[in-house]
């Protein structure tokens, strides 16, 4: 007897014929487990080439992205290709393991420059730079953080402020991910005040001493070396005592000790340290010269700053793109959620909101292309962006009910991901303040 035997009984209409829902469909007919129906909303393909592919236009209501081609187009098709990685992603952040072997995979497809002019291979644009930081964070936050750290803060380090000799012996490892380099700034009692660092590299002869601790350190464990922030001790150079200026420490040396830090709930898919430097020593060839005060640290942050918010944006458009999915092939109460008047509205909140992520992001790439970007600018970016993210993924969260808080859904991992993007390269609170001054003209800092 069928269901229509019963007019009183709720009856249950096939999902809508969609592309998604065959595939969650064949998913879950496929389900090793038996215990759940798996995943239920698509993974990223990582065969998709054009921009209609890359980012359909239910995701791109304003076609911001709909025109990139030639090698910007290329570089943003490269990064998607992690996503055939997404299951070994979602295992290590699940286990808080860290795949140091995507750094190898990142350098092999030429992803680590992140808009660095490094001779041998590819110049990533501006615009190029943020969809790469997009696409790996839309895949995982922790893949997104490995650029940051490795070619954002370390590369970038060595790069703008090194000599020739320690740009010919760490450039090419790290722009391969054949070694792994850190960017050791932050302190257990120095976050957003990292200007006031302890740290020291105090000068004895030939050497430089270094002592202190660091922490939040991403590749500062297990890794090759380390850009160490100190603060001068070296009364013979008047200039330089005092201020701050980086060293570039190999991680085997004497003296230095690091340990994973555990407990985390972001970004647990890349391990971050907290280190300790028992007198240090390094030769005076150790010191980067173009650090002479943290103005030349800054430019570092600068520029990463920009990416934060191209990486907050990945992260919404995967928690707005599942959460439009799972509508589109959810049946409740006889109907796909879809048909719901306030599911719609709730879906057009967020895409307006992502909408105004990516009009953020294409202007910055914009001014950046122009060289006309300010540090205002991309401290004003970051903050809007990390909140917006906030705001969709917990929506998204919300409309994918209990299946939102299974990782095989990506929509959670995201969501506890964008508390760290929140947090790191400046705070959501220190950000606005740096425009609260600009706009003023009168500094709250102190």
């Known amino acids: 007897m069928t269901t229509t035997d019963h007019p009183g009984q709720p009856q249950t209409p096939p999902a809508p014929s969609t592309d998604a829902g065959a595939a969650r469909s064949e998913r879950a007919g496929d389900a090793a487990t038996g215990i759940g129906p798996g995943p239920v909303v698509s993974a990223p393909d990582p065969t998709a080439a054009t921009p209609a592919e890359l980012l359909p236009i239910e995701a791109d209501h304003f076609a911001l992205f709909q025109h990139v081609a030639g090698e910007d187009l290329r570089a943003w098709a490269d990064a998607r290709r992690l996503a055939e990685d997404l299951e070994r992603l979602n295992e290590a952040w699940d286990r808080a393991e860290y795949p140091t072997e995507l750094i190898a995979k990142l350098g092999d497809l030429d992803l680590l420059t992140d808009g660095l002019d490094v001779p041998g291979h590819r110049a990533l644009s501006p ?39 320690q740009k010919e012996r760490w450039v090419e490892p790290l722009v391969a991910g054949r070694e792994f380099g850190a960017f050791a700034l932050t302190e257990p009692d120095h976050g957003s005040d990292s200007v006031s660092l302890e740290t020291t590299a105090r000068r004895d002869g030939d050497q430089w001493v270094l002592s202190g601790q660091k922490r939040w350190i991403g590749n500062g464990v297990n890794g090759h070396v380390s850009v160490v922030w100190a603060r001068v001790d070296d009364p013979s150079d008047e200039t330089l005592h005092g201020q701050v200026s980086g060293f570039l420490v190999a991680q085997d040396l004497p003296g230095y000790e690091a340990e994973v830090i555990t407990g985390k709930v972001a970004l647990r898919a890349i391990h971050q340290a907290h280190i300790r430097l028992d ?4 030769g005076l060839d150790a010191r980067l010269p173009g650090a002479r005060s943290f ?15 191209w990486g907050a944006l990945g992260h919404a458009t ?64 970051k903050v809007h962006n990390t909140r917006a993210a906030r705001e969709i ?46 706009v003023t003209g009168v500094s709250a800092f102190v």
């Open 127 to 165: 615009l190029a730079a943020g969809l790469v930081n997009m696409e790996l964070s839309r895949i995982d936050g922790s893949l997104g953080t490995m650029v940051g750290v490795q070619g954002g803060l370390a590369l970038r380090s060595i790069v703008l402020l090194g000599s020739d000799a």
């Open 279 to 282: 007198d240090v020593r390094v």
């Open 295 to 309: 103005k030349d640290t800054s430019k570092v942050l600068f520029a990463t700053r920009a990416g934060v918010a």
């Open 318 to 381: 995967a928690c707005y793109e599942a959460a439009l999915e799972h509508a589109r092939t959810r049946i409740q109460f006889g109907r796909p959620l879809a048909k719901a008047q306030n599911v719609q509205v709730r879906l057009a909140d967020m895409l307006q909101t992502l909408t105004s992520m990516q009009l953020y992001c294409t202007r910055l790439a914009e001014l950046e292309t122009a060289g006309a970007i300010s540090p205002e600018q991309a401290s004003l970016a």
């Open 393 to 438: 993924a917990s929506n998204a969260r919300d409309l994918l009910g209990g299946s939102g808080i299974l990782l095989e859904n990506r929509v959670v991992r995201h969501r506890s991901d964008i508390e760290a993007l929140h947090t790191y390269e400046g705070t959501d609170t220190m950000q606005s303040l740096i425009v609260g001054r600009k």
